[in-house]
Antibody
Framework: QLQLQESGPGLVKPSETLSLTCTVSGGSISSSNYYWGWIRQPPGKGLEWIGSIYYRGSTYYNPSLKSRVTISVNTSKNQFSLKLSSVTAADTAVYYC??????????????WGQGTLVTVSS | SYELTQPPSVSVSPGQTANITCSGDKLGDKYACWYQQKPGQSPVLVIYQDTKRPSGIPERFSGSNSGNTATLTISGTQAMDEADYYCQAWDSSTGVFGGGTKLTVL
């Protein structure tokens, strides 16, 4: 059974960079036809796609966050990571990592991590 | 940018049918999927590729997608179905979620 687990600091100061890692177990991050994404959910609000990465390194970002987001992959550790720079209180959210297939054909997120709350505050 | 619009809330009596809509420009030309999220839990996929149910999802969950609207239908709604529901699609390589619908089972 595939499992995803987010890890990283739960508190980040304004203007600093949020960094999270997603560790994949029970399967290989290098599987063909699967992409690995980050989604966030501010408290009491809806889901927002942040971006996705393919194991070979191709990245796809939400245009509204693109200038501040970097997603990378480490196939040797079966992990992928998120960096979000210049954070503000508006970036406070539960951050999820998840797997999906080819965008317009099989782009549903079928496996999700449990989510991790990141609070931006001084 | 592409947008998906859902009603903020839908109410249904136990045993009745609940319909939750998701609207977007030419959404019927894309694949839509649906997630169920209960408080404090991660979203769970309940419908993918417009009409397909993942293993373990009850048959009372079904989906359709045509024109500008995708619909999640829950037949014989049970109290355990009370949750937030989100539609999702891809606009090329950009992921888009609807704003979510809170389903209340009265």
């Amino acid at each position: 059974q595939l499992q995803l687990q987010e890890s990283g600091p739960g508190l980040v100061k304004p203007s600093e960079t949020l960094s999270l890692t997603c560790t994949v177990s029970g399967g290989s991050i290098s599987s063909s036809n699967y992409y690995w994404g980050w989604i966030r959910q501010p408290p009491g609000k809806g889901l927002e796609w942040i971006g996705s990465i393919y194991y070979r390194g191709s990245t796809y970002y939400n245009p509204s966050l693109k200038s501040r987001v970097t997603i990378s992959v480490n196939t040797s550790k079966n992990q992928f990571s998120l960096k979000l720079s210049s954070v503000t209180a508006a970036d406070t959210a539960v951050y999820y990592c998840a797997r999906h297939g080819l965008f317009t054909v099989a782009g549903h997120f079928d496996y999700w991590g449990q989510g991790t709350l990141v609070t931006v505050s001084s | 940018s592409y947008e998906l619009t859902q009603p903020p809330s839908v109410s249904v009596s136990p045993g009745q049918t609940a319909n939750i809509t998701c609207s977007g420009d030419k959404l019927g030309d894309k694949y839509a999927c649906w997630y169920q999220q209960k408080p404090g839990q991660s979203p769970v996929l309940v419908i993918y590729q417009d009409t397909k149910r993942p293993s373990g999802i009850p048959e009372r969950f079904s989906g359709s997608n045509s024109g500008n609207t995708a619909t999640l239908t829950i037949s014989g709604t049970q109290a355990m179905d009370e949750a937030d529901y989100y539609c999702q699609a891809w606009d090329s390589s950009t992921g888009v979620f609807g704003g979510g619908t809170k389903l209340t089972v009265l």
